[in-house]
């Protein structure tokens, strides 16, 4: 979100455009910090990890996988030029981000059911 701010044209730059190295490293740095983070998140234990787990994380890696890739089709088709670059280099982190959220909403889901269930018995 940074980039935005400082640099306003974001991870692209216009063809003859000088490169800016402090722009360049920076986006490299960036860009990595945010995958090992996400990696971290991600891929972290369970206090009680098992094969249910297990199963849930591959079915969320499944669903992640298969949205980053229809929205990247429907970008492929109805974007073009400079931001589709932007797009791409977008695409390196949302497949991690869409996971956490379906790994980490199924997890709440089943939570609330067990609590539910505690609750009639």
């Known amino acids: 979100m940074l980039l935005k701010v400082f640099f306003v044209g974001g991870f692209t730059q216009e063809p003859g455009a000088?490169?800016?190295i402090g722009m360049i490293v920076t986006n490299d740095i960036n860009i990595l910090i945010v995958v090992i983070g996400l990696l971290f998140i991600a891929f972290s234990k369970e206090k009680t990890e098992d094969e249910h787990f297990a199963q849930l994380r591959l079915d969320s890696l499944q669903w992640a996988i298969y949205i980053n890739y229809l929205i990247f089709i429907l970008c492929v088709i109805f974007?073009?030029?400079f931001k589709f670059i932007e797009i791409v280099a977008y695409n390196v982190i949302t497949p991690l981000i869409?996971?956490?959220i379906r790994f980490r909403w199924v997890i709440f889901r089943l939570n609330q059911s067990l609590k539910a269930?505690?609750?009639r018995s």
């Open 117 to 119: 269930e505690k609750a």
């Open 98 to 100: 869409f996971f956490i």
């Open 79 to 81: 974007i073009n030029g």
């Open 18 to 20: 000088q490169l800016n």
